[in-house]
């Protein structure tokens, strides 16, 4: 570890998300000291994105330097050279965020996805410390899992391992946003509710001013949860289909990676934690395995953040080997 000594005494964590970028000068033992937020770029060549990360970087003003970067952005990734290859949601599809950072700043700079970094930040500095099986799921505006097995992180042959909101739930099931039939995604993912709550008003025939909204595409997803705390039917009956799907897309992550701990992020579950204790409820009625403690993430919506930090502190081995193999 003598890279501490010699360059700086803390790292730097990045979240690239569709939307916002967030970068975090931690200490070396996983605390946050200083962070920084912008929008992502919205438009631009392969390089804008790593410039703004940079820019963002700068503003801290970290005294001493650090020691390493670790990043965890939006999908789909090239693991070897650290760059997105058409993402669907942000505006620049394409982007290289390992080779300018690294040299910009001339550090090691790790990249891996959003929520596999979430997951190795609970297994380091989370619901994981000192167990071997963790598995992180956030519900958001698409539902992500990364996963660490018997102390893996699993990476997968381009980085993309666990795209687990894209499992089939349904296979006679309504359209996902990524095009698939019947991904959990599609059922959960808090873009697709609405979708969801149009499709269920199409097909049954609901005498209700909430289901001719849901049809004219007048009701999001804030609004959907707050009619079903309030009773209203037809915003039940699709928070209950929402909850039947996040629970079953639980238990299929539970039944395939037999996890000790699932910690459970993202805007969705965080800002409707009624909703959550409803799903975990659920979820036995679908696993096969016994289900271990489902728990909120330990970082909030820095979920993802920390996780960068704790990939750039403690660099998983399996993505190592992934580095070597492309030196
Ligand atoms: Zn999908």
Known sequence: MERWDTVGDGVIGVDVGATRLRVGFFSRDGHLLARAEARTPSQGGRGSVAKAVAELIESLAVEGGFA?????????LDVYTGRVVGTPNAGVRSFDLKEPLEERFGVPVYVVNDATAAAWGEFKGGAGVGKLNVVYVTLSTGVGVGAVVDGNLLIGKSGNAVEAGHIVINYRGVVCGCGGVGHWEAYAGGSAIPRLARAIALEESWDSETAERAVRGEIGTPEIFRLWRLGDPFAVRVINEVIEATAAGLANVINVFDPEVVAVGGSVALKNRDF???VIEVVPKYALLDVP??????????AVLYGAAWVAIDPPPTLLKYYLRAA
């Open 68 to 76: 390493a970067v670790g990043v965890g952005t939006i999908g789909p």
């Open 276 to 278: 959550l204790r409803k």
């Open 293 to 302: 403690p489902i728990v909120e993430a330990s970082f909030g919506d820095d």
